[in-house]
């Protein structure tokens, strides 16, 4: 059974500081997602990484994939409070074409001044 | 950009009774998915629905829950006599190939 795991669960970051989100996942994949969720909304697509050593990268957001070590990363560059929300990754099940995805439990980012 | 489309946005329903949560998914998708979060807790799948048949569904998906793509562009989730536990957000999401785009969901409430 695939498990992601997500930490830390709860980040309380300054301005202005950098920081790292970790997730893991239990069995082989190629595909992981980032998304984004505010409080009583939908998820919103963050990133795509569909292989090893995939790195994307969009204003202060940074994520990368290696998929030996069945790990990705979600990097904070200088944080602003409009990047308080709920960060989940997810991960396709094993196989070809669409499998349903696996969320991890969500890591709650509130930035304060 | 294409959405998915979800309605209604809010349902408050009885205990016991049926509710059924309507979606509009994007119109080249071919995957279809149920997804639902418990307020506060992760997201997690229900059903996937693809060439007009499930195709995977998790232990949630009981026999009181069921899908339908009652003509080429709505899929719903129907739920036949509601509980307690039932309240949370439901989400549909579509997908190509890679990549999903998720509604704006339906947040259910049973009392």
């Known amino acids: 059974e695939l498990k992601v795991e997500q930490n830390p669960l709860f980040l309380s970051m300054q301005e202005g500081k950098n920081y790292t989100i970790y997730c893991n996942y239990s069995?082989?994949?190629?595909?992981l997602y980032w998304y984004r969720q505010d409080p009583g909304k939908s998820l919103e697509s963050l990133f795509v990484?569909?292989?090893?050593?995939a790195v994307k990268q969009e204003g202060r957001l940074m994520a990368s994939l290696d998929t030996k070590a069945r790990l990705s990363t979600l990097h904070i560059t200088a944080a602003v409070h409009d990047l308080s929300a709920t960060y989940f990754c997810?991960?396709?099940?094993?196989?070809?074409?669409?499998?349903?995805?696996?969320f991890g439990k969500g890591t709650r980012l509130s930035v304060i001044a | 950009e294409p959405e998915v489309t979800q309605t209604p946005s809010h349902q408050v329903t009885q205990m016991g009774q049926e509710v059924i949560l309507r979606c509009v998914p994007i119109?080249?998708?071919?995957?279809f998915y149920w997804y639902r979060q418990i307020l506060g807790q992760k997201v997690e799948f229900l059903v996937s629905?693809?060439?007009?048949?499930?195709?995977?569904k998790s232990e949630i998906f009981d026999d009181q829950f069921s899908v339908e793509r009652p003509d080429g562009s709505n899929f719903t989730l129907k739920i036949r006599s509601t509980k307690l536990e039932d309240s949370a957000m439901y989400f549909c999401?579509?997908?190509?190939?890679?990549?999903?785009?998720f509604g704006s969901g339906t947040r259910l409430t049973v009392v």
């Open positions: 999401a579509s997908s190509e190939l890679f990549g999903y785009t």
């Open positions: 069995t082989t994949s190629d595909r």
């Open positions: 990484l569909l292989s090893n050593g």
């Open positions: 997810a991960v396709d099940g094993p196989g070809s074409g669409n499998t349903p995805l696996v």
């Open positions: 119109s080249n998708h071919l995957y």
């Open positions: 629905f693809y060439n007009n048949e499930i195709s995977e």
